[in-house]
C-alpha cells in the first residue's frame, strides 16, 4: 500500500478562521513533509518530521503550525492567513534513511484564502 | 548548493511515439539520487523513477527510462510509447544523500508534455 491520503481536498477560508489540514500515511515512514505549490511551479518545501520530531523547518510564518501527533498522522494548523497563502498543499511521506528514499506523496489541499 | 534545470517548459509528442524530457543537475555532493516524479491536472505528485550517483546502470522502470551521463550532469527521461494519460506536468529532481536526516528534495521547474492522438 503506497497511499498518502489527505483531508479536505479542497477548503475556502477567510482570512480569520482557524482550519488544519490533514495527512496521513500507514507504509511505515518515519519523515514526512508538507509542501506549498503555486500553480504552474515546483513544490516547496515547508516542514519535515523526522521521528514524530520537527527537523527541518524552512523559515515558513507562524500562521502555518505542524503538528505530527504519531508517526502515521501529520497536521498542518492555519490561522490568521493571507490571500497569497491561497496554493496547493501536499504531504509527503519516505523512509528516513537510506539510499533509494523516495517521496510519495498524496493528492494535496486546493487552499483559497478569501 | 544543489541546482536542477529543466529547459524545456512544455513539450508536444504524438501517441506511441517516444519522447525524451531534459534534466541537468549541479551539485558539489559525491553521493546524490536523481528522482523523477510526474503530477497530472489533479495534482498529485507521482513518483516515475530513481538514479542513484553510483550505479553503474540507467535505471528502467516499464516505460520510463532514464539516461543517465554522469560527467554531463544529466538525467533525462525517456517516456516510450507515450499514452494520452503520460499528459501531465514532470518535475526532475534531486536529494543530497549524505542528509541524515529526512530527505530534501531539489525540484526543478517542471516540463508540461503533452501527449497528441
Known amino acids: 500500500d503506497t497511499e498518502v491520503t489527505q483531508t479536505p481536498k479542497h477548503l475556502v477560508m477567510g482570512m480569520t478562521n482557524k482550519k488544519s489540514l490533514k495527512c496521513e500515511q500507514h507504509m511505515g515512514h518515519r519523515a514526512m513533509y508538507w509542501y506549498k505549490q503555486k500553480a504552474k511551479k515546483p513544490p516547496e518545501l515547508m516542514f519535515v518530521y523526522s521521528y514524530e520530531k520537527l527537523s527541518i523547518n524552512e523559515s515558513v510564518p507562524s500562521r502555518f503550525s505542524p503538528e505530527c501527533p504519531n508517526s502515521s498522522l501529520l497536521n498542518l494548523h492555519l490561522h490568521a492567513l493571507q490571500p497569497e497563502d491561497s496554493a496547493l498543499y501536499l504531504c509527503?511521506?519516505?523512509?528516513?534513511?537510506?539510499?533509494?528514499?523516495?517521496?510519495?506523496f498524496g493528492p494535496g489541499t486546493r487552499l483559497l484564502v478569501l | 548548493a544543489q541546482k536542477i534545470t529543466q529547459t524545456q517548459p512544455g513539450m508536444f509528442v504524438q501517441e506511441k511515439e517516444a519522447v525524451t524530457l531534459d534534466c541537468t543537475y549541479d551539485?558539489?555532493?559525491?553521493?546524490?539520487?536523481l528522482f523523477w516524479y510526474k503530477q497530472p491536472s489533479s495534482g498529485e505528485m507521482i513518483f516515475l523513477i530513481y538514479q542513484g550517483s553510483y550505479d553503474q546502470q540507467n535505471a528502467t522502470e516499464g516505460r520510463y527510462s532514464l539516461n543517465f551521463q554522469k560527467a554531463r550532469k544529466s538525467a533525462n527521461l525517456v517516456i516510450s510509447a507515450s499514452q494520452l494519460g503520460d499528459s501531465a506536468m514532470y518535475f526532475c529532481a534531486m536529494r543530497d544523500l549524505t542528509e541524515t536526516s529526512g530527505s530534501r528534495l531539489t525540484f526543478g521547474e517542471g516540463t508540461q508534455l503533452t501527449v497528441n492522438p
Open positions: 509527503a511521506s519516505s523512509q528516513d534513511r537510506g539510499s533509494r528514499v523516495a517521496q510519495y
Open positions: 551539485t558539489s555532493d559525491p553521493s546524490y539520487g
